[in-house]
């Protein structure tokens, strides 16, 4: 592994190749570079998932294959939260730290990866775009308290494949970027699809808010209801809509199934994760067969939900985040409804649209460290991110 510790405070890089990894030097991402999650499986680099427990190998990423296809340069692999399972960046290694907040959490669990693209450049190693996962907002949590953008794609999108990720939970996993525009989130897009993305007007449409009283603290409320009033500045019409909690299912599927990835480590009594995670993975083994069926149940009912305000509205506003970026070690927040567990404050407002599988665009505020989501129906990634793309050349423009 080569030393890359001196200029990475941050503790942002997992491994990091003597020379980037580039299979050729023509294409629509030539001169592009990409950090990639260590979850990805990548030939010649190790593969630790942030931990120091083993892990299964997952095989070739045919994601990253496809990127250096296309001409991008793949510069190294960056640190998560152990395994995936969490949502501040803590793991096996000493955990990453927030890009310009030395102590503050970037968020999880593509705490790397929002690092690597928020820094843009470390020591010699610059990057352009970063490969995260999102399970329950592992995209979009780091790209908030990071103020970059995020992007997690429709569940099973063929060009955001992941074939070759070490799962966490393959109901709920996808694969996605981080960049700090959303310029180049669409350039990798297009490449990868062979489908233009053009900027769409926000006149007329539809936009249901979803900001549930309490769930975020009053800099995130006034952030968001901020953001509402430049979309209808831009010609969107708001209303509020309704979408309950949903961990009563996000919890045991992803829980069962990823003790189901980690079973041969669960076989041993010390396999050397976190003693958090440790204890979610033998919590998820012992949830019975009826445990997990009624979880996939309330997912249909929920599915149900979302389909029905996606039948009155075309996009949904959501805080990306209950309050901007905890500190290192902080374990609870306060938000309206007073002190929750930062765990659960977090999920709540992202997990429903992983477990759903709908496609979600994370982009930051005018508040700093505090993102929106902008979700769109199942299969919509081009009109979703159409529409995100008008909203940064708006804003570049001053409008």
């Avoid at 907040?101 to 450049?121: E, I, N, T, W």
């Avoid at 808010?209 to 952030?223: F, I, N, R, Y």
């Avoid at 980690?262 to 994760?273: S, T, Y």
Wanted: hydrophobic residues 40%.
């Amino acid at each position: 592994m080569s030393q890359v510790t001196s200029n990475d405070p941050q503790r942002a890089w997992a491994y990091v190749p003597p020379e980037p990894l580039q299979t050729r030097q023509d294409g629509p991402l030539a001169g592009l570079t990409f950090s990639v999650k260590d979850l990805y499986g990548v030939p010649g680099w190790p593969l630790t998932a942030s931990t120091r427990a083993p892990v299964p190998d997952p095989g070739e990423s045919v994601l990253v294959e496809r990127l250096l296809d296309l001409g991008a340069a793949a510069v190294g692999k960056t640190h998560l939260h152990e395994i995936a399972l969490g949502i501040t960046g803590l793991n096996g290694f000493g955990g990453t730290a927030h890009p310009t907040l030395p102590d503050a959490v970037p968020g999880g669990s593509s705490s790397g990866a929002a690092v690597s693209v928020a820094l843009g450049q470390v020591g010699p190693i610059k990057v352009n775009f970063a490969l995260g996962t999102d399970t329950g907002g592992s995209i979009r949590v780091p790209a908030a308290w990071c103020g970059v953008v995020g992007f997690k794609p429709t569940k099973g999108h063929e060009a955001w494949s992941t074939q070759g990720v070490l799962p966490l939970s393959w109901t709920c996993d996808h694969a996605g970027p981080l960049a700090r525009d959303v310029t180049t989130v669409v350039k990798v897009h297009e490449a990868l699809t062979g489908q233009e993305v053009q900027p769409r007007d926000w006149r007329g449409v539809r936009v249901a808010l979803w900001l549930p009283e309490g769930w975020t603290d009053s800099t995130v409320t006034d952030a968001v209801l901020a953001f509402a009033g430049q979309l209808e500045g831009l010609g969107a019409t708001v209303a509020p809509v309704h979408l309950p909690e949903m961990m009563d299912a996000y919890t045991p599927i992803v829980l069962s199934e990823a003790a189901q990835v980690h079973a041969e480590a669960l076989k041993q009594d010390e396999p050397g994760f976190l003693p958090f995670t440790l204890a979610s993975l033998r919590q998820g083994a012992a949830l019975s067969a009826a445990d997990v069926q009624h979880a996939f149940e309330r997912r249909v009912e929920y599915r149900a939900l979302l389909d029905g305000i996606f039948t009155a509205f075309d996009v949904i506003l959501a805080p990306a985040v209950p309050t901007p970026p905890p500190l290192q070690g902080q374990d609870e927040v306060e938000i309206g409804e007073g002190v929750m567990p930062l765990r659960r404050a977090v999920l709540r407002i992202t997990s429903p649209f992983s477990l759903l599988g709908a496609p979600v665009v994370a982009y930051p505020t005018e508040t700093p460290f505090v993102g929106v989501q902008l979700v769109g129906r199942h299969g919509e990634d081009d009109r979703l991110l159409g529409l995100a793309l008008a909203l940064e050349e708006k804003g570049e423009k001053g409008a």
